[in-house]
């Protein structure tokens, strides 16, 4: 019962975070909707197994961490690491679960990750290194989810990559309000169906 009431705040939070961005009417409103939506994640998670994987609620902690710092002026390298560290946590989440080693994936994700690393690489500036090294970590979480054979776990991973890439787009080629709003509906499934997976597999 009380897991119900976790997805339903979940939702609640989740839509006005969405109408803040959509409405723009101020971004410091963020700060009481966009850095709950993962603590409650974490809760559910918590409320919902018996058996917490401590890397992966290590990688949920971080994602908190990340979420935060992005929300402050000059918080970027902060937040980007933070999501770093949630990725490498997740990989070594996912590694436990690894059962399909298909190395046909690793060119398809190798193109994916180097054409977006190809169309930003002139709009990085001095965050050229920084974002490629997140982008190769966010492409090894990929291969290493899709082993698993884990349809929730597959389904976040390629949504997170999906909202990673929408984000690095909004921040370093056009900003967008559609953008804005995709980052989080991406990241929010994402996390959820992370979160499912791992309380699916015990």
């Known amino acids: 019962m009380f897991t119900r009431v976790l997805l339903i705040l979940l939702v609640i939070v989740f839509v006005l975070d969405?109408?803040?961005?959509?409405?723009?009417?101020?971004h410091q409103l963020r700060f009481g909707t966009k850095t709950l939506l993962v603590p409650i994640l974490i809760a559910y998670y918590a409320f919902s197994t018996n058996k917490i994987n401590k890397l992966f609620l290590a990688g949920l902690v971080m994602s908190f961490f990340g979420d935060l710092f992005l929300m402050f002026k000059g918080g970027f390298i902060a937040g980007l690491s933070s999501f770093l560290l949630a990725h490498i946590f997740y990989i070594l989440t996912f590694k436990q679960f690894f059962q399909?080693?298909?190395?046909?994936?690793?060119?398809?994700?190798?193109?994916?990750?180097?054409?977006?690393i190809g169309f930003l690489y002139p709009h990085l500036g001095g965050?050229?290194?920084?974002?490629?090294?997140?982008?190769?970590?966010?492409?090894?979480?990929?291969?290493?989810?899709?082993?698993?054979?884990?349809?929730?776990?597959?389904?976040?991973?390629?949504l997170f990559v999906l909202s990673d890439s929408i984000l690095a787009i909004n921040l370093f080629y056009k900003q967008s309000l559609l953008g804005g709003m995709?980052?989080?509906?991406?990241?929010?499934?994402?996390q959820y169906c992370l979160v499912v997976g791992m309380v699916k597999r015990g």
């Open 18 to 26: 969405q109408c803040i961005i959509g409405l723009q009417v101020g």
């Open 100 to 116: 399909h080693k298909n190395l046909a994936l690793i060119p398809l994700i190798l193109i994916f990750v180097g054409s977006l």
């Open 127 to 158: 965050m050229k290194i920084p974002v490629i090294l997140y982008a190769l970590t966010i492409g090894l979480m990929l291969y290493i989810a899709l082993g698993t054979k884990q349809t929730w776990l597959i389904v976040g991973a390629i």
């Open 182 to 190: 995709s980052v989080m509906l991406t990241y929010v499934i994402a």
